[in-house]
């Protein structure tokens, strides 16, 4: 029987709701560094004890949080991660913190505007996925494309959305429009980027809002 959370989510939110107000009192002293080193504790635990981490858990910070940062910051999502993002934009800890609650509000109550299309477009990609294996017990200590990388051809999604969630910032986010194997890049800080990796025109998009501007800032 797989472990079960032992704080009901009601008072997980409410303690999370309080550490928003307080996080001194959480952490020793408001540090965004400090809560990224205790957000992957926490998810560290949640795995090692085998619990799902819960949908709706405040303290678990999402995997699209990385490409909303960059989204909202104008940037290139890179291998910074998120807490990284908001450290280099901001040049202060406490200031990041600061900036990494506005965003995860944000982020927890967005709302999508569809802004495009790409219909039928052919194209495999060629993707790359760790294979599992059970924690201390890997054969191999040395990390080996060619052992511990499962190597898969999955063709693009027959309909993709282009999205936003406003139009403060840059860039735009691609999702497929029904459940698929295979989900493309999301994040894209560009038009260009975007053609590049779909290897297509932007004449090719359909349903094009007329107030987009492909992903560029409004003071671009």
């Not at 408001?30 to 085998?50: D, Q, V």
């Not at 760790?130 to 499962?150: A, C, H, K, L, Y």
Request: overall charge negative; charged content about 30%; proline content about 5%.
């Amino acid at each position: 029987m797989a472990a079960e959370y032992t704080v009901s989510l009601e008072k997980r939110k409410e303690l999370w709701e309080l550490f928003l107000q307080r996080p001194a009192m959480f952490l020793g002293r408001k540090s965004l560094e400090l809560f990224w080193i205790a957000e992957t504790n926490y998810k560290t635990a949640l795995y090692w004890y085998g619990i799902t981490p819960h949908a709706d858990d405040p303290w678990v910070i999402p995997d699209g949080f990385h490409d909303y940062v960059g989204y909202r910051l104008g940037r290139i999502v890179s291998s910074f991660g998120w807490h990284g993002l908001l450290l280099d934009h901001t040049g202060s800890d406490e200031a990041a913190f600061d900036l990494f609650v506005r965003y995860i509000q944000d982020y927890r109550r967005r709302e999508e505007k569809l802004v495009a299309r790409l219909i039928g477009h052919k194209k495999t990609f060629r993707i790359g996925r760790p294979i599992e294996r059970p924690v201390g017990r890997s054969t191999n200590p040395s990390f080996d494309p060619e052992v511990d990388i499962q190597w898969k051809d999955f063709d693009c999604p027959s309909s993709l959305r282009v999205i936003t969630f406003g139009n403060d910032v840059s860039g735009f986010f691609v999702f497929p429009d029904e459940e698929s194997d295979f989900t493309p890049s999301a994040y894209f800080h560009s038009i260009e980027a975007f053609e590049d990796y779909f290897e297509v025109s932007r004449e090719k998009l359909t349903d094009v809002d007329p107030n987009w501007n492909f992903g560029l800032a409004a003071d671009d």
